[in-house]
């Protein structure tokens, strides 16, 4: 089939070049007439437009020809318009599996939201059943502290995040690889499935050659993902789609301080996009994960979750949705593979409940952007909001965690782009003496001067007040950054930018903040240079 496309096409292509320099030829006949008929009007004379309109009618006859041969070479041929009817499948198919994707992903390194990815189309690639996909995510760069010493980045202790712009020290990547099985015959009624493996890297730039094997030096590489999903299955229910491995799953996160209040990531498998009441959908997965280092009689520490979400529920401005999920884990006498004394201790099971809420604006009620409103509560085993196990106290059973989240983003006009966020948690961690609650207040307008060029501005500040680790004050932050970006957007990457950050904290976080360049102030500064992307 592709031998005789490209046949018809060289065919096409010499006829084209040959009648096309006839027609150039034939225009340039009716110039010189029409020069020669302007000469012999002012002389007082008019010459005949018999050569005129015989020469009009040969370009016109040629071109009607040319016309044609395209009709025949792109719609007459039975196999050329089956070659052609699969293109446009395919090609609308892709658009239809990404979209779901696109719809599912959050802000920060699930790029499909940020509508930078470009849908593939599928007409180069007619007689390929499998297509690949490469996506990811990169941040780098480097910075120095106020004292000439490798930046550090300033976190409140005991904050669950910091204000990124301008205070990430790392190195820190994300390679995404996707391959997507479709059927040749008929894409658009025929299942699909989809194999994605996802690999993170990240280095503590201590050298121009990191090894990935120096964990000493703060060097990792780890693998994230690695899942096959399944989709048009149920005839009645093409968006259905069914999964199984290890994948992020359905996170939610607040970008300007890479906060992910609801992570549910882990091992597992599923089902989402169900159709349910109305416009409203379900997902529902089971999930865990363990923790190698501690080890029971019955085997490494573990922890299971059922995941149940009912979303894309009409309510006013926007939709809303629902969460909840039931957790178990195997807790006993454990020995902690780090103690070289070998000794024990004792863990304990548990089982417990989490249940969320998340409203969402739609972008035309929000000055093109949206805002996020959400609200948490979870007990024992799923008091983490995650699915792995959380060790942070022995008696997890009796630990409990509230949570609430507000964020927006907005872009009102063209100059203008900005994110907000404020966050409250409270947490019991199970123990005596294992409150912690932590307030969290950030905002980053970008002020666009140019289409690629523009300056952000962040701010934040954390307060923290935690018994376990015997503090309660605060930490503020404010960046500068002058930026070169692709658009207008609130989310346009590549982004390259310089940055200088100011901090300043209180008197219970002396010796906390900063590492040993500030160990003993109350303030701190950095400066650099870092990139961001995702594709």
């Not at 609650?437 to 500040?461: C, M, N, Q, Y």
Request: no cysteine.
């Amino acid at each position: 089939m592709a031998a005789f496309r490209k046949q018809i096409e060289t065919q096409l292509a010499e006829m084209k070049a040959g009648y096309e320099g006839k027609i150039k030829d034939l225009e340039s006949r009716i110039d010189d007439l029409e020069t020669d008929n302007a000469r012999l009007k002012k002389n007082g004379t008019t010459a005949s437009n018999a050569s005129t309109k015989k020469t009009e009618d040969q370009m016109d006859e040629i071109e009607e020809r040319v016309s044609d041969l395209e009709n025949l070479a792109t719609h007459t041929d039975p196999q050329y318009q089956e070659m052609s009817r699969r293109s446009k499948a395919n090609s609308e198919a892709i658009a239809r599996i990404q979209q779901s994707i696109k719809d599912d992903a959050t802000e920060s390194r699930e790029i499909f939201r940020s509508g930078s990815g470009t849908p593939f189309d599928l007409a180069a690639f007619y007689k390929m059943p499998q297509i690949f996909e490469f996506h990811g995510y990169l941040r780098a760069g480097f910075g120095l502290n106020g004292e000439g010493g490798e930046m550090e980045a300033f976190k409140a202790p005991g904050a669950g995040a910091k204000y990124r712009l301008g205070n990430e020290e790392d190195t820190y990547g994300e390679l995404e690889f996707t391959h997507n099985w479709l059927r040749e015959d008929d894409p658009m009624k025929a299942p699909y499935v989809r194999s994605t493996i996802m690999l993170s890297f990240s280095t503590g730039q201590n050298d121009t050659y990191d090894s990935l094997n120096a964990q000493n030096l703060g060097n990792d590489i780890a693998l994230r993902q690695a899942f096959v999903e399944a989709g048009n299955i149920v005839p009645e229910a093409p968006d259905m789609r069914f999964w199984a491995g290890q994948r992020y799953y359905r996170r939610q996160d607040i970008h300007i301080n890479d906060f992910y209040w609801l992570d549910m990531s882990g091992y597992g498998g599923g089902v989402q996009d169900v159709p349910f009441i109305g416009e409203s959908k379900l997902a529902l997965a089971w999930l865990g994960g363990s923790f190698d280092d501690y080890q029971t009689d019955d085997g490494n520490a573990a922890k299971s979750t059922f995941d149940l979400r009912v979303y894309d529920i009409p309510a006013p401005l926007g939709k809303i949705g629902f969460w909840l999920a039931y957790a178990s884990s195997s807790g006993g006498e454990v020995l902690n593979v780090f103690d070289v004394n070998g000794d024990r201790f004792s863990l304990q099971s548990s089982q417990g409940v989490a249940v969320g809420m998340k409203h969402r604006t739609l972008p035309e009620a929000f000055l093109g952007g949206y805002n996020e409103f959400s609200i948490q509560y979870g007990t024992g085993a799923a008091y983490n909001f995650a699915a792995t196990i959380d060790v942070a106290s022995p008696e997890i059973d009796d630990a409990t965690r509230f949570r609430v989240t507000d964020h927006f983003t907005i872009e009102p006009n063209r100059w203008l782009s900005l994110q907000a966020a404020a966050i409250y948690q409270d947490t019991d961690y199970g123990g005596p003496d294992s409150s912690e609650k932590w307030a969290s207040f950030g905002v980053r307008p970008i002020f666009h001067i140019t289409d690629t060029f523009s300056i952000a501005l962040e701010t934040g500040v954390d307060f923290v007040d935690s018994e376990p680790l015997g503090v309660n004050d605060y930490l503020w932050k404010i960046t500068l950054a002058p930026q070169i970006s692709r658009g207008r957007k609130f989310f346009s990457r590549p982004a390259l930018r310089a940055f200088v950050t100011y901090a300043k904290w209180g008197e219970e976080f002396r010796g906390k903040v900063g590492g040993s360049a500030y160990r003993n102030e109350l303030e701190g500064l950095s400066y650099g240079v870092q990139l961001e992307s995702w594709w």
